[in-house]
């Protein structure tokens, strides 16, 4: 199946792919505003639109698009979305009697642990 071509202009059912990179890209840009944000780690909407000139202008980053160009819904739902993921780790990490590190994450093994997670993660 053919990917998506770059110059695509985005409609309502083109989803966005976001490689590791541009993840990265978006975590650091929030990062370095985080001045611009709240305690629940919302910003102002002048820090979505220069998140998404940043991954959509980086030379490094524009070769490894796939799918259309970024807009600043993207963006602000790719942000939710790590937000939730961020929180569910949180919340599964101060469990009494759950392991996580840095390194290999929750190490989950078997299905009691992985039951743990999926509630957690669900919510």
């Known amino acids: ?65 796939i799918g259309p160009a970024k807009t600043v819904k993207m963006v602000k739902s790719k942000w939710a979305s790590l937000k939730s993921i961020h929180h569910a780790i949180d919340k599964y990490r101060n469990q009494t009697g759950t392991h996580w590190d840095g390194a290999n994450g929750a190490g989950i093994h078997g299905p009691a642990a992985s039951a743990v997670w999926d509630s957690l993660a669900l919510l």
């Not at 770059?6 to 409609?11: F, L, N, R």
């Not at 890209?25 to 639109?49: C, W």
């Open 1 to 65: 199946m053919a990917q998506p071509e770059a110059h695509e202009i985005p409609t309502r059912r083109t989803p966005a792919h976001w490689r590791n990179k541009e993840i990265t890209a978006l975590v650091n840009h929030m990062y370095d505003n985080r001045a611009s944000g709240d305690t629940s780690g919302n910003f102002k909407p002048q820090v979505y639109t220069s998140a998404l000139t940043v991954i959509n202008d980086d030379p490094d980053l524009q070769p490894l698009r």
